[in-house]
């Protein structure tokens, strides 16, 4: 019911935290294309399947949050893009964009 949010579920009166746990053996790094904005044939990238877990567990008055715990990293080679250039030079990697916005 919850799709890809299924792994831990915590409800309250007025909340529900769905939690997807991603974890490997061996972790590895995760990028902003692979991750977040280039799917497969055979999979949707991870922020589709969290965004739609969320929409098949929302109702109203509750508030619906979804975690992603992994113990890949994000990528430090995957860099970001800005169409007005307003991504600092030092700041571009997928790593620093995920740690810190």
Do not use: C
Request: proline share 4%.
């Amino acid at each position: 019911m919850a799709g890809q949010v299924d792994d831990f579920q915590i409800y309250s009166i007025n909340r529900v935290d769905a939690y997807q746990v991603k974890w490997r053996k061996e972790p590895s790094f995760f990028t902003y294309k692979s991750h977040f904005i280039k799917e497969s044939k055979n999979k949707s990238i991870i922020l589709r399947q969290l965004a739609d877990g969320w929409k098949k567990l929302r109702k109203p008055n509750i508030r619906t949050i979804v975690h992603l715990y992994t113990n890949d990293s994000p990528s430090k080679r995957d860099r970001m893009v800005s169409s007005n250039g307003l991504i600092p030079d030092g700041n571009k990697t997928f790593e620093y964009f995920f740690n810190n916005i």
